[in-house]
């Protein structure tokens, strides 16, 4: 079955504070793709970062980092110092082949960062 | 560069109504992905259009339609609507190079539809 996991349904911290999100997939196919988008109180979903299948390097930008292992079909979100402008839901994706390239998201990880 | 841009963004309907809901893509792109997002069921992928076909289809009904124009715009169409279509619409916009996941989609507003 192919499926995207969030378990973490709501986090709260403290600005300054790192917070990792977590992210689970299963799927059948070799080739994929992941992603994470953020989506603040507007509803507009920001794109974040794709990662494909095949490249498990792991990425920094400014205060965010992914840590991408396939060998536990995780692909985590950190961020670092949060600031109350973090605060949103984050939604992880998989884009897969199988049936035509098709696209699931988690179901939400909502972060609020008091100040 | 204009960004994806939905219309309207919110609609109240009643039940057994249809409506429309527009998305203009980012000029360039060539593919447009509709999404349903529902406290209950999350996002969920509705279907996607490339150079006006429909490449790729989710699991929803057939009330749910859509079309895209030659300028890349696209409609989705919800006929008969039920209580249960009250969600927030997303459209995204991709390239469209190759495969829906090659390109990275860039969401829309979206539309809240409320179906009373």
């Known amino acids: 079955a192919q499926k995207v996991t969030q378990a973490q349904t709501e986090i709260s911290v403290v600005e300054k504070e790192d917070v990792t999100l977590d992210c689970v997939y299963e799927?059948?196919?070799?080739?994929?793709?992941l992603f994470w988008y953020k989506q603040p109180p507007s509803g507009e979903l920001v794109f974040l970062i794709r990662r494909n299948s095949f490249d498990e390097q792991n990425e920094i930008s400014g205060r965010y980092s992914w840590n991408f292992q396939k060998s536990t079909s995780s692909f985590n979100f950190t961020i670092t110092a949060s600031q109350v402008v973090d605060s949103a839901v984050y939604f992880c994706?998989?884009?897969?082949?199988?049936?035509?390239?098709?696209?699931?998201f988690g179901a939400g990880t909502r972060l609020f960062v008091k100040a | 560069k204009a960004g994806v841009t939905q219309t309207p963004r919110y609609l109240i309907k009643t039940r057994g109504q249809q409506v429309t809901l527009s998305c203009s893509p980012i000029s360039g792109h060539r593919s447009v992905s509709w999404y349903q997002q529902t406290p209950g069921q999350g996002l969920q992928f509705l279907f996607e259009y490339f150079s006006e076909t429909q490449r790729n289809k989710g699991n929803f009904p057939g009330r749910f339609s859509g079309r895209q124009f030659s300028n890349s715009r696209s409609e989705m169409n919800v006929s008969t609507l039920e209580l249960g279509d009250s969600a927030l619409y997303l459209c995204?916009?991709?390239?469209?190079?190759?495969?829906?996941?090659?390109?990275?989609?860039?969401f829309g507003p979206g539309t809240r539809l409320t179906v009373l």
């Open positions: 799927t059948r196919d070799t080739t994929y793709y």
């Open positions: 995204a916009s991709s390239a469209g190079q190759d495969r829906l996941g090659t390109d990275t989609q860039y």
């Open positions: 994706a998989l884009t897969y082949p199988t049936g035509g390239f098709k696209t699931i």
